[in-house]
């Protein structure tokens, strides 16, 4: 498994993360102030996580387009 793929799978857990934790908010099944707000905090760190993610592709695309020589083709 590369890197590549690494970060796909780590996408598709955090996307998947993000739809339960909505799907909670949105269905009434929060129990509380304090889950509400854990579920608040957790969507919080998975949308950091999934940015810097998005953030590191897009680095490892532009150093691969400039180890090719392809700068904006």
Known sequence: ?????????VQ??????????SEVLEGGGVSSMEHY?????????LN???????GLLEKQERMDD???GKHGE
Do not use: K
């Not at 498994?1 to 799978?9: C, L």
């Open 37 to 45: 707000r854990q579920l608040m905090g957790e969507l919080d760190a």
């Open 66 to 68: 400039e180890a090719f």
């Open 1 to 9: 498994m590369d890197g590549f793929q690494i970060v796909q799978f």
């Open 48 to 54: 950091f996580v999934a940015q810097e993610l998005s």
């Open 12 to 21: 598709r857990t955090i996307n998947g993360r993000r739809t339960q934790i």
